[in-house]
């Protein structure tokens, strides 16, 4: 399987897990669109990529007000006919305790993580039923999979996605769209440092844990050996993610774990 001179969408492409996957597709000579709401950064980006392919373009795109995409789309089909490959990568995560979290943040997690990815895919759906082919792929965490102190709302919207994918993925079968779920644990990215606090505010440091974590960039390598091969999920990560099977072999064990847990690491 080739990537080259195949339409590839990546949101959340400015920094991260989402850039590494950029570069590593533009070596791949794909057709790139990257997207996030910061564009000097993604022009950044685009900069890295256009030293390997000759077809890389920004698309600002905003995750947390998440209408309608469908102009988006038709910029993207404008420019490439077709959206072979459709990346969700963007995201936010959370640092505060449940009891103290306003609602209005909890909306925010769930606007951002799971409303703005989902709208980015329907409006892209039309488009690969169309063509009767189309990859989504959607970078969800291990906090998707169970929860952890002070990330209840953004676990909930990981787990919201699982439920939503999943589900896309049987609908679609016959259209012959594939689904993976990409599930990584600490990856050293900027994640915790733009986590939000109770009041709305940015965490600000790089957690402990997170700087042990492996790197975005052999996050994404994994990511695309996981989209070569088709594969439904995949787990990405260092010993952490053996919580995955603890949690559902040991779940007393995992328990204990997560209630004696350091919040912050």
């Not at 590494?20 to 794909?30: N, P, R, S, V, W």
């Not at 994994?222 to 993610?241: C, D, F, P, S, T």
């Not at 603890?246 to 997560?258: D, E, G, Q, V, W």
Request: glycine share 8%; net charge positive.
């Amino acid at each position: 399987m080739s990537f080259k001179d195949k339409s590839v969408w990546i949101i959340g492409a400015s920094s991260g897990i989402g850039k590494a996957m950029a570069i590593d597709l533009a070596k791949a000579q794909a057709k790139i669109v990257l997207s996030s709401r910061n564009i000097e950064e993604l022009k950044k980006v685009q900069d890295e990529c256009l030293k390997f392919t000759d077809f890389c373009m920004c698309l600002k795109l905003d995750l947390e007000f998440n209408g309608d995409y469908s102009k988006e789309v038709l910029e993207v089909l404008s420019n490439y006919n077709r959206i072979d490959y459709l990346l969700l990568v963007g995201g936010v995560s959370q640092r505060s305790y449940a009891f103290e979290t306003p609602g209005i943040i909890d909306r925010k997690l769930m606007e951002v993580n799971y409303f703005g990815n989902v709208n980015v895919t329907k409006a892209v759906l039309p488009t690969m039923i169309k063509q009767k082919s189309g990859h989504i792929v959607v970078v969800s965490s291990i906090a998707g999979k169970f929860g952890w102190p002070l990330r209840s709302s953004y676990s909930a919207s990981k787990h919201a996605l699982h439920g939503f994918f999943e589900s896309l993925r049987a609908e679609q079968t016959l259209n012959n769209i594939t689904v993976t779920m990409a599930v990584p644990g600490r990856v050293l990215t900027n994640i915790s440092q733009n986590a939000l606090l109770k009041d709305g505010s940015k965490h600000g440091k790089l957690d402990g844990g997170q700087e042990k974590g492996i790197s975005a960039e052999s996050c994404s390598k994994q990511i695309m050996a996981a989209i070569k091969n088709k594969r439904k999920e995949v787990l990405i990560g260092g010993k952490e993610i053996y919580m995955v099977w603890i949690r559902k072999f040991l779940p007393f064990l995992f328990y204990s774990f997560a209630a004696k847990s350091e919040p912050n690491k």
